[in-house]
């Protein structure tokens, strides 16, 4: 066949090149199921409304047609051991229909390589043209979606790969719900087409709860070592591998929430509450399958010997609250594995890891071993050979995890734990300013110390840019200079190689009022979306979940300033557009049960509308400066001024009803 030779130089490339981010010796894997709340799981074998028959073909293409041309493969799967191809020429056709068996709106994904122009991806439903793709020549798998595409019981869908002028391989389809996501309108298309393509990658991602699919499938064994039914889940690692992570998971949450993935982020948040057990020294798992029950076995061989760093946990902690905030569901508070989780993570985990290094009477910091990722690691930087067992990411989300706690207890009624645990942020803070990071500024700022107790400065990457970003560095010239210095950094040598480490980079700059700084690291994460990733099994950088959820993220609570509060009914705006962008928009944002409309003007000039809801809103809208009064729909109001981390802003307080529209500007 044409196809089978380039095909399979191009799997020889592939395995040579393959980097594992966290492989162990070989070890028989011990995975320890995670019990999972009823509310969020499927019922035991319950079958997803739009079943696909054998979607990586490892059955043999079970439940697909063929055309003469074209058949099942095993020379270059993009996972497990076997792929559907088409040689080139007209006329050859892989498909599938199948019947909905429920209403919704889904995404069809598939990863596809070929060997030039002229093939073709495509949805029909019920024989009619639903949606279609042209596919450019790419030897190496990229993944292609199509859709959405609303089905009513009885519907039929047919998903097809067609051939063209060199050969066409395709596997692992998948099928997602849609969820209504926001849209987004600007005078800058360029953010406008970021947004539609970061949004619609990101659904993309998100599991249909009832699917059956390979569980520990990895870059080691392929196609898993079984199947599982999967929970309402979806991918944040690589997407190579039967599972997600806590890093990649907290980073994506605030994505996820803005696109409505409320019961994908509860689930996947519990799951990992629940492995964080004794046997566990209160750590998470690095990783869980997407049934949400089993450890992912890659980074897992035993309650001892599994990949944990230090910063997860307490960034599970902060997004828990984050997710509160975004959906005002009780659980959060009263799901007892979800409130142990917390208590556990910010006290006795903190006692059981702190001992290298003397911080005094009133302050513990959490400590990693110094050693590797499967004893312990203090910091997310996992390239640094550096015997870290104080880090720079870790005492920062440490100081958020408290104010977390704090805001958590307080919304369960607990004013004495919420004072306490924001008394402990205060000095966590106070004692890295004036201690804790040293005198320096720039590159000579502390952000780490070894297992001997050595201060180390310089460039850390994660434990250097999650300091400012985590809030814990003090306004003034000092964060000034250190937030240059990372920016510097970032763009020469000591840049990272993989894209999903600068994902990171606007969220550093938008949370210390550097919006054009953030929007250029933006757009530098979107110009590199169709660049091979550095590992090629993980196919280009847009393939990377981080990428597309990130950007969904920082559109809304970076560029948008939307800090959402569903359990007062409080919503916050602050207008964050750089330089050159007139105006940003976006309709149908959906916090707690109400939906909601939102435009800035410039920073000058903010207007809400509440679409639906069961209840009025206070809007808190924000401006730059100190302002006495704020017009709010041209009649001036009272404003109140306030200096939040080292940053004047005006705030006016407006009712905001059901369907009711409100404009609020600066003289």
Same mark, same amino acid.
């Given at each position: 066949?044409?196809?089978?030779?380039?095909?399979?130089?191009?799997?020889?490339?592939?395995?040579?090149?393959?980097?594992?981010?966290?492989?162990? &010796?070989?070890?028989?894997?011990?995975?320890?199921?995670?019990?999972?709340?009823?509310?969020?799981?499927?019922?035991?074998?319950?079958?997803?409304?739009?079943?696909?028959?054998?979607?990586?073909?490892?059955?043999?293409?079970?439940?697909?047609?063929?055309?003469?041309? =074209?058949?099942?493969?095993?020379?270059?799967?993009?996972?497990?051991?076997?792929?559907?191809?088409?040689?080139?020429?007209?006329?050859?056709?892989?498909?599938?229909?199948?019947?909905?068996?429920?209403?919704?709106?889904?995404?069809?994904?598939?990863?596809?390589?070929?060997?030039?122009?002229?093939?073709?991806?495509?949805?029909?439903?019920?024989?009619?043209?639903?949606?279609?793709?042209?596919? &450019?020549?790419?030897?190496?798998?990229?993944?292609?979606?199509?859709?959405?595409?609303?089905?009513?019981?009885?519907?039929?869908?047919?998903?097809?790969?067609?051939?063209? %002028?060199?050969? !066409?391989?395709?596997?692992?389809?998948? !099928?997602?719900?849609?969820?209504?996501?926001?849209?987004?309108?600007?005078?800058?298309?360029?953010?406008? $087409?970021?947004?539609?393509?970061?949004?619609?990658?990101?659904?993309?991602?998100?599991?249909?709860?009832? =699917?059956?699919?390979?569980?520990?499938?990895?870059?080691?064994? $392929?196609?898993?070592?079984?199947?599982?039914?999967?929970?309402?889940?979806?991918?944040?690692g690589y997407a190579n591998r039967s599972g997600y992570y806590s890093r990649d998971m907290a980073h994506q949450l605030a994505g996820a929430g803005a696109l409505g993935l409320h019961a994908e982020n509860k689930a996947m948040l519990r799951a990992f509450a629940a492995s964080a057990t004794a046997e566990h020294a209160y750590y998470p798992v690095w990783?869980?399958?997407?049934?949400?029950?089993?450890?992912?076995?890659?980074?897992?061989?035993?309650?001892?010997?599994?990949?944990?760093?230090?910063?997860?946990?307490?960034?599970?902690?902060?997004?828990?609250?984050?997710?509160?905030?975004?959906?005002?569901?009780?659980?959060?508070?009263?799901?007892?594995?979800?409130?142990?989780?917390?208590?556990?993570?910010?006290?006795?985990?903190?006692?059981?890891?702190?001992?290298?290094?003397?911080?005094?009477?009133?302050?513990?910091?959490?400590?990693?071993?110094?050693?590797?990722?499967?004893?312990?690691?203090?910091?997310?930087?996992?390239?640094?050979?550096?015997?870290?067992?104080?880090?720079?990411?870790?005492?920062?989300?440490?100081?958020?995890?408290?104010?977390?706690?704090?805001?958590?207890? #307080?919304?369960?009624?607990?004013?004495?734990?919420?004072?306490?645990?924001?008394?402990?942020?205060?000095?966590?803070?106070?004692?890295?300013?004036?201690?804790?990071?040293?005198?320096?500024?720039?590159?000579?700022?502390?952000?780490?110390?070894?297992?001997?107790?050595?201060?180390?400065?310089?460039?850390?990457?994660?434990?250097?840019?999650?300091?400012?970003?985590?809030?814990?560095?003090?306004?003034?010239?000092?964060?000034?200079?250190?937030?240059?210095?990372?920016?510097?950094?970032?763009?020469?040598?000591?840049? &990272?190689?993989?894209?999903?480490?600068?994902?990171?980079?606007?969220?550093?700059?938008?949370?210390?009022?550097?919006?054009?700084?953030?929007?250029?690291?933006?757009?530098?994460?979107?110009?590199?979306?169709?660049?091979?990733?550095?590992?090629?099994?993980?196919?280009?950088?847009?393939?990377?979940?981080?990428?597309?959820?990130?950007?969904?993220?920082?559109?809304?609570?970076?560029?948008?300033?939307?800090?959402?509060?569903?359990?007062? #009914?409080?919503?916050?705006?602050?207008?964050?557009?750089?330089?050159?962008?007139?105006?940003?928009?976006?309709?149908?944002? %959906?916090?707690?049960?109400?939906?909601?409309?939102?435009?800035?003007?410039?920073?000058?000039?903010?207007?809400?509308?509440?679409?639906?809801?069961?209840?009025?809103?206070?809007?808190?809208?924000?401006?730059?400066?100190?302002?006495?009064?704020?017009?709010?729909?041209?009649?001036? %109001?009272?404003?109140?001024?306030?200096?939040?981390?080292?940053? =004047?802003?005006?705030?006016? #307080?407006?009712? !905001?009803?059901?369907? #009711?529209? !409100?404009?609020?500007?600066?003289?």
């Open positions: 066949m044409t196809r089978s030779r380039l095909a399979l130089r191009s799997a020889v490339a592939l395995i040579a090149a393959l980097a594992p981010l966290a492989v162990a &010796p070989a070890a028989p894997a011990a995975p320890a199921p995670a019990p999972v709340s009823a509310t969020t799981a499927p019922a035991a074998g319950a079958a997803a409304p739009l079943a696909v028959s054998d979607p990586g073909f490892e059955a043999g293409g079970t439940g697909w047609e063929f055309t003469s041309g =074209t058949g099942t493969a095993t020379n270059q799967p993009h996972a497990g051991s076997r792929l559907a191809y088409l040689d080139e020429g007209d006329g050859m056709k892989v498909s599938q229909t199948v019947t909905a068996t429920g209403r919704g709106r889904y995404v069809v994904s598939a990863w596809i390589a070929t060997g030039g122009t002229g093939g073709r991806y495509a949805l029909r439903v019920n024989g009619a043209p639903a949606a279609a793709l042209d596919l &450019p020549a790419a030897a190496s798998y990229r993944r292609h979606t199509l859709g959405p595409v609303t089905l009513v019981p009885g519907d039929r869908l047919e998903i097809a790969f067609e051939s063209g %002028r060199g050969w !066409v391989n395709a596997d692992d389809v998948m !099928v997602s719900p849609a969820a209504a996501a926001p849209r987004v309108t600007s005078s800058d298309p360029e953010l406008t $087409t970021m947004f539609d393509w970061a949004a619609r990658k990101a659904n993309s991602w998100v599991h249909l709860p009832g =699917t059956e699919g390979p569980l520990n499938a990895d870059e080691r064994q $392929t196609g898993g070592d079984g199947t599982g039914v999967y929970a309402p889940s979806y991918w944040a990783a869980l399958n997407f049934d949400n029950r089993t450890y992912l076995s890659i980074d897992y061989r035993r309650p001892d010997l599994f990949v944990r760093e230090v910063p997860a946990v307490f960034e599970l902690v902060q997004k828990a609250e984050e997710a509160y905030r975004w959906t005002g569901d009780r659980s959060y508070l009263d799901d007892p594995a979800l409130w142990d989780f917390y208590r556990h993570a910010t006290e006795e985990f903190v006692t059981l890891h702190d001992g290298r290094k003397d911080n005094g009477r009133r302050v513990k910091v959490a400590e990693g071993t110094g050693k590797g990722i499967f004893q312990g690691v203090a910091s997310y930087n996992e390239q640094s050979d550096e015997p870290l067992a104080e880090a720079g990411d870790a005492i920062g989300s440490q100081y958020q995890a408290y104010l977390a706690m704090s805001a958590l207890a #307080r919304a369960k009624g607990d004013g004495r734990l919420a004072a306490d645990f924001a008394r402990r942020a205060r000095e966590l803070k106070r004692y890295f300013n004036s201690e804790w990071s040293g005198a320096g500024s720039g590159a000579d700022m502390v952000r780490g110390y070894t297992t001997e107790g050595q201060p180390l400065t310089g460039w850390g990457k994660e434990n250097s840019w999650f300091m400012p970003m985590k809030g814990i560095v003090a306004p003034g010239a000092r964060r000034e200079a250190y937030l240059d210095y990372i920016d510097a950094q970032a763009e020469g040598a000591g840049r &990272p190689d993989n894209i999903e480490a600068l994902t990171y980079l606007p969220d550093t700059f938008f949370a210390n009022g550097r919006p054009g700084t953030a929007w250029k690291w933006m757009r530098h994460v979107y110009a590199e979306k169709d660049v091979q990733h550095v590992n090629t099994r993980q196919g280009t950088n847009g393939d990377y979940p981080e990428v597309s959820f990130t950007l969904v993220g920082q559109t809304v609570r970076g560029l948008l300033g939307v800090t959402p509060d569903a359990p007062a #009914r409080t919503l916050t705006t602050r207008s964050a557009l750089p330089t050159g962008m007139a105006w940003l928009g976006i309709e149908d944002l %959906r916090i707690g049960d109400s939906a909601f409309a939102l435009r800035h003007d410039g920073t000058r000039r903010s207007t809400l509308t509440h679409t639906t809801g069961s209840a009025p809103y206070t809007w808190r809208a924000r401006f730059p400066g100190a302002h006495r009064t704020v017009l709010v729909d041209g009649v001036a %109001r009272p404003a109140r001024v306030e200096v939040l981390d080292g940053v =004047t802003t005006t705030t006016v #307080r407006v009712k !905001v009803a059901p369907g #009711r529209t !409100v404009t609020a500007e600066l003289r």
